[in-house]
């Protein structure tokens, strides 16, 4: 699911298994002042890392699955 007028982005599996309804969520990003916030992952990759391979600036990526005293310990933007 990407919203590009509210910058928020996710991958999700959704199907059915045994009649039922299941979904998961792969992975959650939004862009929120500017800085790309994290919010989940279940994937083996390393996003962040990833992002800043790709020329983004630590600074303005936000690790938004960890509260924010556990970000302060981080390379990462805090918020």
Not at 16 to 42: A, G, P, Q
Not at 67 to 76: A, G, K, L, V
């Amino acid at each position: 699911m990407f919203d590009t007028q509210r910058n928020h982005y996710q991958i999700v599996h959704l199907g059915l298994h045994h009649r039922r309804w299941v979904h998961h969520c792969v992975m959650h990003l939004d862009i929120r002042n500017e800085k790309i916030w994290i919010f989940y992952n279940s994937t083996e990759h390393d996003i962040a890392a990833e992002l800043v391979d790709l020329g983004v600036p630590k600074h303005d990526i936000v690790l938004g699955f960890h509260p924010p005293f556990m970000r302060e310990m981080s390379d990462y933007a805090v918020g």
